[in-house]
């Protein structure tokens, strides 16, 4: 296991908030891997605090789906198959496409300025996978947030989560970063153009390369 780095306790929350959101980001990011188990004991130490903030987090990340309880065994880091992670790119690709259609009709001036902005900023990380990651997730989200649409910003959310931790093996490839930043930046051609069809059909299909090439890749991992 990765050592943790000791919690900087936050004032204004509860001890057991702030351990749930360190070991969920710990997990989203990578350092407690898939399938990995979670010693309380161990992460109390590393993180600085005692067993019952940590064994309410893995409580709750349980109920989150990161997290899963084996009988007579303890709590492990959540694996997904294939077959999951195909299923839920398969969903997103929907959402996005109508997440990018509702955004070309009502985004205002100033989230378009951000969107070009974090897109020009996309193609200057593309050795810094980490950095690249952190913009992806931001220029994603600015398309969430100018569809005004809360309830839809909050289904691909849970469904961003479910993926974020696989999506370095995509990032990772040098091909896909080119494709991603030309992809990202016909999106937001689009979202400009006010042209809601189009915008779709860019966003959706951005969703489905990513999926297709993950296929590909696992099934080259296989040979």
């Known amino acids: 296991m990765e050592n943790l780095n000791k919690l900087n306790l936050d004032d204004y929350k509860p001890l057991r908030d702030v351990v749930f959101e360190s070991l969920r980001e ?17 992460l109390a130490e590393q ?13 709750k990340l349980e109920l989150e789906g990161l997290v899963v309880m084996l009988p007579r065994k303890g709590a492990y880091v959540a694996n997904m198959s294939l077959k999951d992670i195909m299923d839920v790119l398969e969903i997103r690709s929907s959402l996005e496409g109508m997440a990018a259609f ?16 974090i897109a ?16 992806d997730v931001e220029f994603h989200e600015c398309i969430f947030k100018a569809t005004n649409n809360k309830k ?5 959310n849970s469904l961003w989560e479910q993926v974020y931790r696989f999506r370095v093996s995509y990032l990772s490839d040098y091909d896909a970063l080119l494709n991603i930043v030309e992809e990202h930046k016909m999106i937001v051609e689009a979202i400009e153009q006010g042209d809601s069809e189009l915008a779709k059909k860019r ?3 951005h969703i489905e390369k ?7 890749k696992a099934m080259n991992d296989k040979e």
């Open 26 to 42: 710990a997990i989203l990011e990578g350092q407690l891997k898939p399938g990995q188990r979670l010693m309380e004991v161990q």
């Open 47 to 59: 993180l600085g605090v005692s067993r019952t903030p940590v064994r309410e987090a893995i409580r």
């Open 102 to 117: 509702l955004a070309a009709e009502r985004i205002n001036d100033e989230d378009l300025k951000h969107l070009k902005e």
């Open 120 to 135: 020009g900023e996309l193609g200057q990380n593309e050795s810094n996978i980490e950095e690249l990651l952190k913009k």
């Open 152 to 156: 839809l910003h909050q289904l691909i």
């Open 203 to 205: 966003a959706t299909e």
């Open 210 to 216: 990513a999926e297709q090439f993950m296929l590909d």
